[in-house]
């Protein structure tokens, strides 16, 4: 991690021309997801069948699908599942990273107990355990988020223990250490400072794997029940209608890779 | 080197107790009755009924507690006896060779698609001017945003259904490999053309790099002695890092593909509970993991010895 | 010459594959060439196989037409000669002797006789299938090819249980001393040549059957186990017959030149299983409001995509003894179901949900993935009951659910696609659903009528056919009338099939593909 290529601190003056492009993209689908619920007059449910599959209209904005739902609807409350899964997961297992990463390489027995616990869960492959645990309550939404967040954390835990490991050892720590100050501005002072940039970067590519992982529950029929729309479960849904309605079925398409291409491009660049 | 193996040697015990114990405790808490879902996967839906669970609970002693159960896999465990599959009664060990040769063809097939695709892009984008840079940059940009299933839904419109080049699904033949690797390959090498580029960029904007095209040597004498291997240690490092999206890519990949590897293989045993299956196939996806891993420290060391006092 | 072919044979099977096929190429007098897309006829359905058991996946080697049974079902259910040439019935029904054909041969060579198949079937009866639930007492040989059963009571369903998959007749050679099949060594037009268990399986032609040869050489069945890639297939010519189509492909499959599709009505029927013992489905009146608040034409026309194919009856008008010719059709009538609800003293509140003594109307429909028609219409009923002012929870899950919360009494309704063909005789699936302990896994529950118990188990008795309609036809009509379990729609069997696929056959029954009497049309 390059760590002089200080992408946060600053806020949004700092920031990259694309990484602005990629904030802009994420606040146009934001207001889309909030302003969809509130302009659309049907509910996420209600079906027409006499009115399936219908193109855009001065009726159904986004057009029908295969039920006769308002897609624009579904899209909106699609996109605000996404988005919401993605915050509270990037947010979960940020806390959990950063606290164990931080202790890791502070005290030698956590260190060798996490050590043993990171290889363990790196040598499982993370959908694999996210199918899993979906697969023991469908449906649940705090099961889905428990299970991304269980995976997501080791990512963070891995660069901040680094990170910190050399902080600790730096002389510029050391010589606050003497001086007396204590655990929290140690922290505050030498370590949040270094880890900050990478957290921001971390947390942004995590906001896209958390979205693409349910998008692919969705897709294997794991963990989703209707009338919920979520992306991926719409995509699968949509697909037989791919010649007969491809407005309909380009739309879940578009929102995923729309989604995870703002998170990637505010992201900034990996190193 | 020797404590580099004997580290991956412990992990690799720590992996095969953890991953084991993890799935026997995930499994043992799926909701619902072991036996009926055992039962649907035997007999098929139309078949069964509640005499099947009890046929089958009676037949593979699914009422013994789950700490006696968890003792005697471990026990096999020890001598390498992973059991027979609840639904087919099939040794473990075969369901899983089966699977993971066709994951493994998979895997590899997708990994030289993605190097034979991101080594030249890379370099295209790092020696060419700053146009011929975004465009690519961008374009994998691109492609990264969309999830696995997507870029292999639309190479089948495209491959398959618009120009019936290739089969939709299915294995047997060459031409069944093409669709599935490819999806695989794109979506490895659109993150890892970006490394062949920051590497190259790197090397070729380096003064040791410059010096030998001062000193007169020619592009290519100058890239083959010093361009390759220095380009290459971080790209094979981060192979390392890629393998857990490769396997991830390949579940989705061989559930739209009906590709009979591991990952297809996994998701089915979950679904209908085969904790055997389950357990081996998280065993073996582990092991191969470690191992793979362990491959690539060694080619990171062969290619630069330098570097093993860091990892 | 026979006898010297038999030995051949086991000699070469001994001797594995390699042999085998030496022996081919030399002696055949056909020309031997592998599997590929100009000799094989490639199927693709749903259905994974993970045994070679008959018990468990004998549907798939019955339709691969590698195994068979001494009896047969023709397209209308009535019972045809298979491996039996002909039987008699004792007068009170209870020994039925059954002569067997005497020129079959298993394709590892052996003979078909009496010992041969009372091993098979002694062997069924200790397994899970039809033939261990019913009343058969003793099974023996009366020469090389009779066979006798005695049943401690009459039974008119016997021939359709031994029509049944799990009722396969295989070569002794097949089973280990435990009676596990090791080699699915059965009497039909095409064995086993490739066996990869899920996904694959690839038959041959046998040289060596009883009847109508085949004659494509191979046939290869793929597991697709997603809708949208068997779609796919057909379009893509990869496949030659898909079955099982996902309704939403349907009108872009039929534009395409290369294709045929048949909608075949087969007997089973989507319907909503109730648990007639909960409190807010105790009453008749909430059931049949329940059923009248589901917009069936609805459903058929633009989900299933198969209009004409919505029903309030659970069988077919193919199956003429249970289906009720003189009933008006129910027809979508929400203002009706609002009043029977509202006069059964239910009352909307505030967020449109009917309410009760302080209870709202929520209930949980569980559904399974294995057909996806299930979860769409579970899905469009959900919202058609909305309107209703029922809450519904829909649960998509393992098949296996129902079986459980039928048993362990959890279960509130499910949405199951139920298939009363699966013994060639509908009352087999009757007495299962409706016979006894107010209902069966995958019938009623909480349902009990003494009466309906008691004239089915006479049903199992009477070979009149004027009585056995008239008894028939009055039960259909009390279940019909008391809705323990509501029918939604028919279930049209989709298939796609190649053009260069002569003689397809789609049997309601669903036992055997024909695959002997198809043929490739030279191009």
């Not at chain 3, 032609?205 to 186990?225: A, E, M, N, R």
Request: hydrophobic letters at 45%; proline letters at 4%; aromatic letters at 10%.
């Amino acid at each position: 991690m390059s760590l002089d290529r200080s992408s946060r601190g600053g806020g949004i003056m700092k920031m990259t021309l694309s990484q602005k492009i990629g904030l802009v993209i994420l606040l146009i689908l934001l207001v889309f997801a909030f302003g969809g619920t509130w302009v659309s007059p049907y509910s996420l449910s209600q079906q027409d069948l006499n009115a399936i599959l219908q193109p855009p209209s001065t009726r159904h904005w986004l057009g029908t699908d295969q039920f006769g739902r308002s897609m624009l609807t579904r899209m909106s409350e699609a996109v605000m599942l996404s988005f919401s899964l993605g915050l509270i997961c990037v947010i979960t297992s940020a806390i959990i990273g950063v606290t164990l990463g931080v202790w890791a390489a502070w005290g030698e027995t956590v260190d060798s107990i996490m050590g043993v616990l990171v290889n363990i869960l790196l040598a499982l492959p993370g959908l694999v355990i996210v199918l899993m645990l979906a697969a023991i309550a469908p449906g649940s939404f705090l099961v889905l988020y428990l299970a991304i967040s269980l995976v997501q954390w080791v990512e963070y835990f891995r660069v901040v223990r680094a990170i910190t490991k050399n902080v600790i050892h730096s002389p510029a720590r050391q010589s606050t250490k003497m001086m007396g100050f204590g655990v929290w501005y140690q922290f505050k002072r030498h370590i949040w400072p270094s880890i900050a940039p990478s957290i921001f970067t971390l947390a942004a590519f995590g906001g896209a794997n958390a979205i693409l992982t349910m998008a692919s529950l969705g897709f294997v029929y794991v963990g989703i029940q209707p009338p919920l729309a979520e992306l991926g479960l719409m995509t699968v849904e949509l697909f037989p209608y791919y010649s007969e309605a491809p407005w309909v079925l380009a739309q879940p398409l578009l929102a995923i890779a729309l989604m995870v291409f703002g998170f990637h491009l505010l992201a900034g660049k990996r190193t | 080197m020797k404590t580099l193996i004997f580290k991956r040697l412990v992990q690799l015990v720590g992996v095969i107790w953890g991953v084991g114990t993890l799935t026997f405790v995930l499994m043992r808490s799926l909701p619902g009755d072991m036996a009926y879902r055992i039962a649907a996967s035997r007999y098929g839906q139309d078949n069964v009924d509640s005499q099947a669970a009890a046929l089958v609970r009676e037949e593979l002693q699914l009422d013994q507690g789950a700490l006696s159960a968890y003792k005697d896999w471990l026990l096999d465990l020890l001598q390498f006896r992973l059991g027979d599959s609840l639904v087919s009664g099939e040794p473990v060990i075969e369901t899983v060779q089966h699977m993971l040769g066709h994951s493994l063809l998979l895997s590899f097939a997708g990994l030289a698609l993605s190097i034979a695709i991101a080594v030249p892009i890379g370099l295209l984008s790092a020696s060419k001017g700053k146009m011929v840079d975004s465009a690519l940059m961008g374009f994998s940009s691109l492609i990264r945003a969309m999830p696995v299933f997507v870029i292999g839904v639309l190479l089948l419109l495209l491959f398959a259904l618009h120009w019936n080049w290739f089969p939709v699904a299915g294995f047997g033949t060459p031409a069944h490999l093409v669709l599935p690797a490819l999806t695989l390959g794109l979506s490895l090498a659109a993150v890892s053309n970006r490394v062949v580029r920051d590497s190259a960029k790197r090397v070729f904007g380096s003064s040791f790099y410059l010096f030998s095209r001062v000193k007169g040597l020619s592009k290519w004498t100058t890239f083959k002695r010093h361009g390759i291997r220095n380009i290459a240690v971080p790209v094979v490092a981060f192979l390392g890092i890629q393998l857990v999206s490769m396997i991830e890519g390949i579940v989705m990949i061989e559930s739209l593909f009906s590709w009979p590897g591991i990952g297809h293989g996994l998701a089915h045993a979950i679904f209908a509970r085969d904790i055997p299956v389950i357990q081996g196939a998280a065993l073996v996806m582990g092991i191969l993991f470690v191992f793979l891993n362990t491959l690539v420290d060694l080619l990171c060391h062969w290619i630069d010895p330098r570097g093993v006092a860091e990892s | 010459m026979v006898n010297f072919m038999i030995t051949l044979l086991h000699i070469t099977r001994r001797l594995g594959l390699l042999s085998l096929l030496g022996f081919l190429v030399t002696y055949s007098s056909w020309s031997f060439s592998l599997p590929n897309p100009s000799n094989t006829l490639s199927i693709s359905a749903a259905f994974e196989f993970t045994s070679l058991d008959p018990s468990k996946n004998g549907y798939i080697y019955t339709r691969m037409q590698v195994v068979e049974s001494l009896f047969n079902v023709d397209g209308k259910g009535s019972i045809t000669q298979g491996l039996a040439n002909n039987w008699q019935v004792s007068s009170d029904g209870k020994v039925w002797t059954i002569n067997l054909r005497e020129d079959v041969l298993f394709h590892d060579g052996s003979v078909m006789d009496s010992a041969t198949v009372l091993k098979s079937l002694s062997i069924a009866q200790q397994k899970h299938g039809a033939l261990k639930k019913s009343p058969v007492e003793a099974i023996k040989a009366i020469d090389t090819h009779t066979i006798e059963i005695t049943l401690s009571r009459a039974y008119n369903l016997l021939p359709a249980v031994l029509a049944h998959y799990s009722s396969a007749i295989l070569s002794s050679e097949s089973y280990d001393d435990n009676g596990e099949v090791l080699t699915l060594s059965g009497t039909g037009p095409y064995q086993v040549y490739t066996y990869l268990p899920p996904h694959k399986l690839v038959v041959e032609k046998f040289d060596g059957y009883w009847g109508k040869q085949g004659s494509i050489p191979y046939v290869s069945y793929l597991t697709g186990h997603r809708a949208e890639s068997r779609v796919l297939q057909a379009r893509s010519g990869q496949a030659d017959i898909v079955f099982g189509l996902d309704p939403a492909s349907l009108p872009s499959l039929k534009r395409l030149p290369n294709l045929t599709v048949y909608s075949n009505a087969i007997p089973r029927t989507i319907v909503l299983k109730l648990n007639s013992g909960h409190p807010f489905l105790k009453d008749v009146k909430a059931r049949q409001a329940l059923s009248l608040a589901i917009n069936r034409a609805g459903i058929s026309n633009a989900i299933l995509r198969t209009p004409g194919s919505e029903t309030d009856q659970l069988m077919p008008p193919s199956m003429g003894d249970w289906y009720l010719s003189d009933v008006e059709k129910t027809t979508y009538q929400l203002v009706k179901a609002k009043e029977i609800l509202a006069s059964l003293g239910w009352e909307m509140n505030r967020n449109g949900v009917l309410e009760k003594d302080g209870e709202p109307f929520e209930m949980t429909l569980i559904t399974y993935a294995d057909r996806p028609e299930l979860t769409t219409v579970a899905t469009a009923i959900q919202a058609q009951w909305a309107e209703l002012g029922v809450s519904l929870k829909v649960d998509v899950t393992n098949s296996s659910a129902i079986p459980m919360g039928h048993k362990n009494g959890t279960l509130e309704m499910a949405l199951i696609a139920r298939n009363y063909g699966f013994i060639a005789n509908p009352l087999g699936v009757v007495l299962a659903d409706f016979g006894e302990n107010g209902g069966g896994d995958w019938g009623a529950m909480n349902w009990y009528s003494q009466d309906i118990s008691a004239d089915l188990k006479r049903l199992e008795q009477i070979n009149d056919t004027a009585q056995y309609h008239q008894l028939t036809q009055k039960n259909a009509r009390v279940i019909f009338d008391e809705k323990p379990m509501i029918p939604v729609s028919y279930y049209i069997q989709q298939t796609a099939v190649n053009k260069r696929v002569k003689g397809f056959y789609f049997d309601p029954y669903e036992r055997s593909f024909y695959l002997n009497n198809m043929e490739f049309i030279k191009q």
